[in-house]
Each structure stands twice: as C-alpha cells, then as structure tokens.
C-alpha cells in the first residue's frame, strides 16, 4: 500500500451518529478496487465489508468525524507485482478534525486559487480513487508556497478539472452553473448529490441560478464567472473569491455558493425520512445509548 501505491480507499462523514452517504462511498469504492484490479479480501463480502465500516464507527464512541478505509493488494515484498501479495487487506480507521477557529468562517472569507503547474492526472487514474495522491499533494504545496490556499488542476486543453481534492463549480453572468464533466476529475460524491438537489432548489426558487449543466469550462471563462466555488465532502461549499491575480466579481463570496453550502449541510443533517444516512448501532459494542 506504501511502497508501490497499490490500493485504493474512500471516506465517508460521521454525522450526529449516523454516516452520511455510506452506500454512494462504497460503491465509488469497489469501482475503484475493482479497476486497480484488487479483489475482496478471502472469506470478506461487501455486506461484511459494510458492517465493519460500522462497528469501526462504533468502536470509536464518535458521533461526528470521519471514516477512512483502504483495501490494498496486501502484504508483500517490494516488487512491483501483486502476485506477491498474500492477498488483499482491507483496513478502516476512525478520525476527528479539529478545523482552527482562524478558519471556521472560510466558506464567508473564501479561498485564494491559482492555475496549478502540475499535471491533471489521466482519466484512468483521474476516476480512481487511489493511495497516490502525489498529484495532489504537489498541487497544494505549490500554492501554498505562493501564498495561495489551494490549486487548480487545468487539463491539455486549457479546461478546468478540480481542485487538489474537491470538485469545481461556475456559476456564469447568464446564472448557468457549469460543473466540469467527470473525465479527468473525479466524480465527487458530494457534487453529485449537489447536483440531484439543484433541480428542486431551483425550482423552489434558489436566488440567482437558473440552470445546472455539466461541460468542460475554460480558465479565461471560469475567471470571468459570476462565482466559482469547490464543493467536497469536507467542506462543503467554499467559494473562490480569487484566481491567480484576478478576483472573482467583486472578491466576496457569491450568494449562490452560499446557498448550496446550506443546502448541502442541511442534507447532511440526519432525520427519519432520509435515505442518505446509516445509523450506527453504538449499543452493540459500546454500551452506549442509541
């Protein structure tokens, strides 16, 4: 999993006791393992493989944070060939993150961005969902050497593809909002669901945004764009309010982007009706109330 890079992994948000999305994480998952050509681990299946994912949760006595889990071509030597594995492992760990108070009201101050110099990574690899985010850690070095806070992958044709790991959205003069297609960038979990609630919010009347389409969008014309914004499961709206040397409109967060951020966290919210959270039954293991 280290040393060669063979594995793949995903990670799913800890809400208030439930998980958020467990089904859609799962199922990018074994895509992903299924395209690194890593199989189950013996005597593991998928239902299994869910219910760890659980009790893991459960075992961690958190209601709110993170679920990360991996599955690997297993242990081995140092070649390159996964026949040398013993076989594949699958792990999963709990975590919580303490976001500094200092940033706490990013999504009102947004982010700083510039055009990153690293290479977008092949729609291959752009879709799956590995351990080498060497790409990515480059990218955010490189801003943050310049003093920026994240960068934007650009592909050969001078399109926008995501940033460091979130996704992309514009929104044009015409209240278009354009999500670059997922060729060379993931598809994001969290965009996705973005994308199923749009409709209806627009539909209800959502203020200055009339359309939802998915296409490849240039540098020069996400630059002159009304809003920019990422969207990921960790954040989950933050907007851009300036690229490279140039603001975005006025360099203030847009009142778009800020409405699909609550949109997006009231979504993550756990209720009854929802058929995007999974309890977690902390009894069972823990003792604890459920």
């Not at 995903?10 to 006791?17: Q, R, S, Y």
């Not at 979130?166 to 670059?180: E, K, Q, Y």
């Amino acid at each position: 999993m280290v040393h060669r890079g063979h594995a793949v992994f995903d990670t799913a948000a800890l809400t208030e006791g439930h998980v958020y999305q467990l089904d859609a994480h799962l199922q990018r998952f074994l895509t992903s393992a299924a395209k690194a050509n890593i199989g189950l681990p013996r005597g593991m299946s998928v239902e299994q493989m869910r219910r760890t994912i659980l009790e893991t949760a459960a075992a961690s006595l958190k209601l709110n944070g993170h679920i990360r889990y991996w599955l690997s071509a297993g242990r081995g030597g140092f070649g390159l060939s996964g026949s040398e594995c013993l076989g594949p492992a699958f792990y999963c760990m709990v975590y919580t993150h303490e976001v500094p108070e200092e940033q706490l009201d990013v999504y009102l101050r947004g982010w700083r961005v510039k055009t990153s110099p690293v290479p977008v990574k092949a729609p291959f690899f752009a879709n799956l969902k590995s351990t080498n985010y060497l790409p990515n850690a480059l990218n955010l070095m490189d801003a943050q050497a310049e003093l920026f806070d994240q960068g934007v992958f650009v592909d050969g044709a001078g399109n926008i593809a995501e940033g460091p790991n979130m996704n992309m959205a514009c929104l044009l003069d015409d209240g278009t909002l354009v999500v670059p297609p997922f060729d060379s960038t993931l598809a994001g979990i969290t965009i996705q669901r973005m994308m199923q609630l749009l409709p209806q919010a627009i539909e209800g009347g959502m203020e200055g945004i009339k359309r939802l389409e998915q296409r490849h969008i240039s540098v020069e014309e996400a630059k002159g764009a009304r809003e920019v914004f990422f969207v990921g499961s960790s954040l989950p709206v933050v907007p851009v309010v300036q690229w490279d040397e140039r603001l975005i409109a006025d360099g203030t967060a847009g009142l778009v982007a800020l409405q699909i951020r609550s949109m997006l966290v009231q979504d993550a919210a756990p209720r009854n009706d929802s058929d995007q959270h999974t309890a977690v039954d902390y009894g069972y293991l823990t003792g604890m109330e459920p």
